[in-house]
């Protein structure tokens, strides 16, 4: 630091400051054994004493240059000599001064220290016009121009170095500052990814979730409407075996009834011939014979009659729909009623006892009509919508008040005919008025 200090001194020509700087410097250098510093500070003060002391001069370029040799400090060695050269010179000792700048010129030269080779050749050059050699010195000069040129251009190379240097060390930061961008921007895009991958494994993972609570509810749902299902079947079994139950027992009632008042007063009738044929004898007994034959005709025909009314006989074989067909072709001879029979059904089955039930809703329906309607034609229709049996029963007779004939003894026939809907979980609807004939539509799940 002092060094530096005494420097500016000297070169704002402030000398004393600059001896006082210079003798901090050589105190610090000596107390710390800093040789290098106690050869340079010696230099120093030969330079400023060259100003204020040149009795002084000596002394101190010859301690320099001792520590220099000693401790081989080129560098201090060739500036010595050439400090000595100019000292030398300024007393017009020339001979000593250029002894001293042919030593600077060769330790110089061993270095390659450009500087100092030019600065010795100036010296010389300088010294040998002083002496009136102005060959040697000419020569000297055109050397010192030589080197001055070579300094020149080695500052220039320096400079250029520095340059590209600067443009390297530029271009290394800034493909240093891009490597990191693209370091910064591989990572930013691996973090995406990472995130992305982690989204979309978490979206697949609710929507996994999502569609397996979905299809569990879905299993539960059919489990429910297949018990509902299976419930409404069973429901709708126990119905249909309740109505045949009680169709079978209103049947036996009639059959019994049909029995004792059809059959019965034939059977008796055949008995009481049977008993006067002991008193008759001749034509009176033929007679009597052939009114026995045809009661038990008429006691035939009353037998077949009330088990068709029971049962179709081809009821098993054809089913509803044709069974129907068949009553309705046997009715047509013996009464004046039209009845049309429309059929959407096609060819569907369905339970024996269902189709029974509805047999035995049909045909009460169409008795009911031939018997107190006087209708001349009456309309049926079949069809099926949504699991749902559908029948529309139509005649154009003279109708009748529903209420009342509903809460009258008259009302028997529909009463059956409604609870039999019922068993089977449907419903009728009946529109009548008196002269505009009747109209049902009824509606059972099967």
Do not use: C, W
Request: no cysteine; net charge positive.
């Amino acid at each position: 630091m002092y060094h530096n200090l005494t420097e500016i001194y000297i070169s704002k020509k402030e000398f004393e400051k600059a001896k006082e700087s210079a003798l901090k410097s050589l105190e610090i250098s000596t107390k710390y054994k800093k040789v290098e510093g106690m050869g340079i500070s010696n230099l120093l003060l030969g330079e400023i004493n060259m100003h204020i002391d040149t009795a002084a001069v000596l002394k101190n370029y010859y301690k320099a240059l001792d520590i220099a040799d000693s401790f081989k400090i080129v560098k201090l060695q060739t500036a010595l000599y050439l400090d000595l050269a100019d000292y030398f010179r300024m007393k017009n000792k020339l001979e000593k001064a250029k002894h001293y700048l042919n030593l600077a010129l060769k330790k110089s030269k061993e270095t390659n220290k450009l500087f100092y080779i030019q600065k010795s050749y100036k010296g010389l050059a300088d010294i040998f016009a002083d002496e009136r050699n102005y060959k040697k010195a000419f020569e000297n000069y055109k050397l010192y121009n030589v080197y001055k040129d070579s300094i020149n251009a080695e500052k220039v190379r320096l400079q250029i170095a520095g340059l590209e240097n600067d443009k390297k060390e530029n271009k290394i930061r800034l493909l240093n500052k891009e490597n990191k961008i693209i370091e910064l921007k591989a990572r930013r895009t691996k973090v995406l990814a990472y995130f992305s991958v982690l989204f979309i494994v978490l979206i697949l993972m609710i929507f996994y979730f999502l569609f397996q609570n979905y299809k569990h509810k879905q299993n539960i749902k059919k489990v429910q409407l297949l018990h509902q299902s299976e419930q409404k079947l069973l429901e709708m079994e126990k119905r249909i075996l309740s109505s045949v139950i009680e169709t079978e027992n209103r049947e036996r009632k009639r059959f019994a009834m049909d029995l004792h008042d059809g059959l019965g007063p034939l059977l008796s009738g055949i008995r009481l011939y049977v008993g006067e044929m002991d008193y008759l004898s001749g034509k009176d007994k033929k007679t009597v014979i052939v009114e026995i034959k045809k009661l038990i005709d008429q006691a035939i025909s009353d037998i077949r009659s009330i088990s068709r009314n029971i049962m179709p006989d081809s009821f098993s074989e054809n089913g509803l729909v044709k069974s129907l067909e068949l009553f309705i072709n046997k009715i047509k001879p013996i009464s004046n009623i039209k009845i049309d029979f429309v059929n959407h059904l096609g060819n569907k089955k369905f339970n024996k006892g269902f189709e029974i039930i509805i047999y035995r809703i049909i045909t009460e329906l169409i008795n009911n009509s031939i018997k107190h309607s006087g209708a001349d034609l009456i309309r049926i229709e079949f069809l099926t919508i949504q699991n749902k049996f559908i029948i529309y029963y139509k005649d154009n007779g003279k109708g009748f008040d529903v209420e009342n004939v509903i809460k009258g003894s008259k009302g028997l026939g529909l009463k059956n005919i409604r609870d039999r809907i019922n068993t089977l979980g449907g419903f009728m609807n009946i529109n009548s008025t008196i002269g505009q004939g009747v109209d049902i539509e009824i509606q059972i799940d099967y």
